[in-house]
């Protein structure tokens, strides 16, 4: 049972560690900021037009009203069939 409370910590020790030292850059910068992660924020894909969900479902019905209000007969219908 000794060896047992030996190995946790020492565990611990190393996950402390390990976390601490995956930080370094976020804690110890002068922007003390996060890095962005969104999609959104990503310019390389921005370039590639992706984009996150809820722009692409914005622009999808932009898209959809839009060929709507154009030609309401030759339009789908939100499922993505045109119901012949």
């Excluded at 003390?32 to 992660?37: A, G, L, S, T």
Aim: charged share 25%; hydrophobic share 45%.
């Amino acid at each position: 049972m000794k060896g047992f409370g030996i190995l946790m910590v020492i565990t611990l020790v190393i996950v402390g560690l390990s976390l601490l030292l995956l930080g370094v850059q976020t804690f110890f910068s002068r922007k003390r900021k996060f890095p962005d992660m969104h999609v959104g924020g990503n310019k390389a894909l921005a370039k590639k037009g992706i984009y996150c969900v809820q722009t692409q479902d914005a622009l999808a019905r932009r898209n959809a009203t839009s060929k709507v209000k154009a030609d309401p007969e030759e339009s789908e219908d939100a499922a993505g069939f045109d119901g012949k």
